[in-house]
């Protein structure tokens, strides 16, 4: 091969994985069920953590289990997994799943969830729309490691990889965030109106750099509610 044809090669396959910085005001879209399409987040550097409160915007017609949002360490690989499951449960795992919330089936409207937990009291809430589900209790004096990676559209069998499509998340995705702690209740319904401006000290959608994988599409979104 020529030499100036191998560098353009390099160059385009360096392209093709490097990162890229925020998502404010962008959605992004799996139109297909694949094994290899997401989009990897890089957080900040953040300590084991021992509440955190997660929020993100999702809309899908599947209806099937799929992961929302995966966060993978070496010690398990689903040290923080979120769960959509075929009879509208939505699960959060904390290695094994800690607790389950049977909600209104996900469908093409984008639909505003939190989920949050905190240790000392195993303590988890999850929040849809800016409405309350009932407190459950799971993850009792657990933490959650740091020195993991951060995708969606997948769920990690390993860190980084190891992806299944039948897991895999098919719909649109937008204004992902994460804290290190259990967000108050009028934070979290200003946050569902989507037009608060802060994002979280973990992952701010807004400025966290990125990189995707497969055919995932990103497109302008600058709804302020929904």
Known sequence: M????????????????????????????FPTKTANSFVRLNAADFSDLTAFTVCLRAASEENRNYTLFSYATTRSNNELLIWQKTNAQLDLYLGPVVGGFLLPKMDAWLRHICVSWESQKGEITVWVNGRRSLRKVGGLGGVVRNGGQFFLGQEQDSVGGNFDSKQSFVGEITDVNMWDRVLKPNEIELISQGCYSDGGNIIDWGSTTFTTGGNVIIKDNDDCTF
């Open 2 to 29: 020529k030499p100036f044809v191998t560098l353009v090669l390099v160059l385009c396959i360096y392209l093709s994985g490097s990162d890229s910085a925020g998502l404010m005001q962008k959605s992004v879209i």
